[in-house]
């Protein structure tokens, strides 16, 4: 019975394939970024559209104070942009980090990148964010 | 009217906090970076600035950091608005002179009462 270890040659090839599927993702998180960026520039345009009518229109108190709130919720969940946006950069970075020290591995390139700067954005959710007055 | 300098590069931000104050009866001025930020704080005094705090050119604490060493910003009220949450992050801005640390999503109604409770 004979056992089939991995060679070195082996090692290196998968190397190589996980630096390429690392590309990859790379490339679909860039393309994630252009759709957020898309979807939120029409919310925008949106929001606005709705804002400036709302202004035009008498209602009760009632619905005004309805109506505020609703508007409320939406400036705070429209900033998920701002927050999708950095996360999904600082997961390409990441990922170009691991596909550089991948690629070092297979002997194309000399040096790996380093990941200098801590995760961005901790949040989990669109809840509000904390205040701290010094 | 009392002026509000918003700095932010995410345009969606901006525009988000602009909307806010603004149907609070400030004036806003937009800035897309530190760098910018200063240039216009040079041109003009604002009542305020509500600043985020990573942005490309030039931070928050870098800009409020430069803010401070300005006569006309010595007392001015700064904010830093960031998805930064971090107590290390937060000690270099009170450090450099920050008056609070919002972290985002804001609140509109809770951004204006931090507003109101610092502004002149």
């Not at chain 1, 109506?67 to 990922?95: K, N, Y």
């Not at chain 2, 932010?8 to 009866?25: E, Y």
């Not at chain 2, 004036?27 to 003009?44: F, H, P, T, W, Y």
């Not at chain 2, 942005?55 to 006569?71: C, F, K, Y």
């Amino acid at each position: 019975m004979t056992t089939n270890h991995p060679t070195e040659q082996d090692a290196s090839d998968a190397g190589c394939s996980a630096a390429q599927e690392c590309a990859a993702i790379e490339a679909d998180l860039e393309r994630l970024k252009t759709i957020v960026n898309d979807a939120a520039g029409r919310l925008l345009g949106s929001f606005h559209e709705f804002a400036s009518l709302e202004q035009k229109i008498s209602r009760n108190l009632e619905e005004r104070q309805r109506i505020e709130s609703a508007i409320g919720s939406a400036v705070m969940a429209l900033q998920f942009q701002d927050m999708a946006t950095q996360l999904t950069h600082h997961a390409q970075r990441r990922l170009a980090a691991l596909e550089s020290c991948l690629r070092a591995m297979h002997g194309q390139t000399p040096v790996a990148k380093q990941l200098e700067h801590p995760q961005p954005v901790p949040q989990v959710g669109m809840s509000t964010g904390s205040v701290d007055l010094f | 009217m009392q002026s509000i300098l918003a700095v932010d590069d995410s345009a969606s931000m901006r525009q988000m906090v602009a909307f806010t104050l603004k149907g609070a009866g400030y004036n806003v001025i937009e800035a897309a970076d530190g760098q910018e930020a200063l240039d216009k704080a040079r041109g003009e005094t604002v009542d305020l600035v509500l600043t985020d705090q990573n942005m490309p050119r030039m931070d928050g604490i870098t800009l409020v950091q430069n803010l401070r060493s300005m006569a006309a910003y010595a007392a001015t009220p700064i904010l830093i608005l960031t998805t930064e949450s971090s107590a290390e992050l937060k000690a270099k801005g009170k450090a450099a002179g920050a008056t609070g640390w919002l972290v985002k999503p804001f609140d509109p109604s809770k951004l204006l009462d931090v507003v109101r409770k610092v502004i002149r």
